[in-house]
């Protein structure tokens, strides 16, 4: 399968990296913050680089795509300087698990302005509220976003000597790397999950979940072995979703079953009504409002012209890239993701691709979600077990096998950089396979218990700390004038967008919603 690498290394590597990360900005008292986004940083609505996610005090931090990953995080780190400098007394939060805050009124949703594009943004964060809480979207990830190579392509649809164009060809061969990814993406969970307990005050609006854990201190619930709470199911915990069988084999298929979901009335969300006495409370009654609210831990992805749905661009371009969202925030560093972690990614997504990759049943789907939340909940348990092909295997032997097959890809990788980066990632996270201790979930838990501090004190003076990196450091005034020009521009677009005519909301909402 792989027997040409020797020969074209070469091929492997350029291909296209991104990534988007989400901090929840925190006042000095390290509660959540009331403020409205920064002004300074420009229109969360029509900024490229600096938005917000769910509340209007969770900012998130986009780069554009670069071929080599430093150029990707250094943009990162200067997005991140640049916040800095116009948060006043705020910081972002470093962890992955929200604190400082009390109840989902607590929460302010982001707003987005008055045009109709602005106001579907907001009311779709109005339907999240009453379908799952506020409270647990306030968590905060890493997307990284990945394209193979264009060289790659063209090699590998020459070796297939397929009838499919290039274009069926790169979207089957995406759709394949998406489905081994959903077999052992649970690696990244173990390897890099830093979210290992949680704040009490997480359970204000659903107190019957804490049960579930133990108590690591008066303030803090935990369990022992978990890597990764926020990849579990105290997240969208949603009978609907977890029934929902998208299907992953076909391009086709993966429009056509998330289109059925958007399209699908839900009996419960029907009995909270979308526009009551004339306010919208969510933008539909249907198993999704839109297709961002269906949680994956990859999405196949294409550029979406303006006010173009996401399942529309994947029919009109096909798959464009994959974003991989099973990343936390890694606690110790201060622009949350470093070097290796992001190079072992990348080398773990080409192993996806360019290993067989069979269709998915729905028994298989059940499986891959059930490995991946006994990672989430206890993957650092002495002989844990997952389930592979049928069979029982501890996860660490899986985690061998997984580390043996990214050998070849890493060395290939490494055939264009100097001093081996890829191979040396590869060997750090083999330490952390046969030693669960030196994973960041555990480290993590190390220090609170060290410091006898409960979470919550934990994550607001580690985030202290890694401000002071930034209140070290300082952008050169072009890179300042740039984030600077962007906030201006973003500003101006979105008054243009404003003052410009607008079609009743319900109208648009038709229109949006009558897309192919």
Known sequence: MTHWLTDYPHLLSGGFKGIEKESLRINAHGLISQATHPHALGSTLTHSQITTDYSEALIELITPPFADVQDTLKNLQDIHQFVYENLGKEQLLCASMPCGIDGDENIRIAEYGSSNIGRMKHVYRHGLWHRYGRTMQAIAG???????????????????????????????????????????????????????????????????????????????????????????????????????????????????????????????????????????????????????????????????????????????????YVEMRALDLNPFHPIGIDEPTARFIEALLLTCLLTDSPEITENELRVNNSNQLIVANSGRKPNVELVKNGQSITLQNWAREILTAMQPICEALDSTETNSPYSQTLKLQRELVENPDLTPSARMLVAMHETEKPFSCFTVNQSAELAKFFAGQSLDDATRQTFIDLAAQSHAKQRELEAAPQLPFEQFLQHYFSQP
């Not at 990284?144 to 790659?152: A, H, K, M, T």
């Not at 009490?200 to 978990?226: C, I, V, W």
């Not at 539909?284 to 173009?308: C, D, T, W």
Request: net charge positive; glycine share 6%; with cysteine.
């Open 142 to 320: 890493i997307h990284f976003n990945y394209s193979v190579p264009e060289p790659l392509w063209k090699f590998l649809h020459t070796q297939a000597n397929t009838s499919q164009t290039l274009a069926e060809f790169k979207n089957a061969a995406y759709f394949g790397l998406i489905r081994n990814f959903q077999r052992i993406g649970w690696i990244i969970l173990y390897l890099f999950g830093a979210s290992p307990a949680i704040c009490k005050n997480f359970f204000k609006s659903r107190p019957a979940l804490m049960a579930q854990f133990e108590e690591f201190d008066n303030g803090t619930l935990y369990h022992p072995y978990a890597t990764s709470l926020r990849m579990s199911d105290i997240g969208y915990k949603s009978k609907n979703q977890a029934s929902l069988a998208i299907d992953y084999n076909t391009l086709d298929g993966y429009v056509r079953s998330l289109s059925s979901a958007i399209s699908t009335p839900y009996p419960d969300y029907e009995k909270i009504g979308v526009c009551v006495d004339g306010e919208y409370k969510q933008l539909n009654a249907n198993i999704l409002q839109i297709e961002n609210e269906f949680y994956s831990i990859m999405r196949p992805k294409q550029i979406a012209l303006s006010g173009e749905k996401p399942t529309s661009a994947l029919r009109r371009g096909g798959v464009e």
